[in-house]
């Protein structure tokens, strides 16, 4: 009997295995990583400029890579919006022009580095029913007054339930640029990608009050896999 051939064998196996390991890179950071390219493509006769061509493109790539990631499925699951590290977790009041009110409410706050990846995803599914964009300041993403002071974009999902969950996109020093390609109206699933943050940032999620929050401040978070707290 033949041996039908093995469609994961030797080029295809590595192209398989490839598209497995590095992650894609978001559109949003297309138009970098082809400046670097296009610097070696000029410099290719001069060394240093061909390396720095190539090392631009590089470490565009990996900031703008969009790794594949799977959501709970249990109910009332809220996932962490971006990968980084929990800098703050308390209660505060939500940003004041969705205009929910100065109630405080159980807050998480998650830092990303330029190492971490910068996509934002959908901490629960549900219908976008405001999205509001605040100038302010470039202060370091780190530290307390920034969810107050500094440049932000605030989006407010209702979930199938009513709960309401609020996701603020926060500029960091380096950051000048918060892309939110979310609009009133629109209908997220938990886990889908709407936006990022170049380069440096934070992201705050504002819970309903009551909320239990099941992480801590140190924890690593993984954006649209971390459960940070079950909606009762």
Known sequence: MARRPDLKSGPQRLVALLRSTVPPVHPAGLPFVSAGL??????RNYRWLRRAGLLAAGACAG????????????????VAPADGLICVVDSAAPPAELELGDTPLPRVSIFLSLLD??????????????VQHRPGRFGSADLAAASDDNERTSMLIRTADGAQIVVVQIAGMLARRIVCDAHAGDKLSIGDTYGLIRFGSR??????AGTE????????????ETVLAELT
Do not use: C, K, M, N
């Not at 992201?203 to 309903?208: A, C, I, N, R």
């Not at 929050?213 to 649209?224: E, M, N, P, T």
């Open 38 to 43: 296009g610097l070696a493509l000029v410099g």
């Open 63 to 78: 900031f703008f890579r969009h790794p594949p990631r799977v959501p709970p499925t249990r109910p009332g699951a809220v």
């Open 203 to 208: 992201l705050d999620t504002y819970l309903p």
């Open 117 to 130: 990846a910068h996509v934002q995803r959908a901490p629960v599914s549900g219908e976008v029913i405001a």
């Open 213 to 224: 929050v099941l992480v801590s401040v140190g924890q690593r978070a993984v954006a649209g």
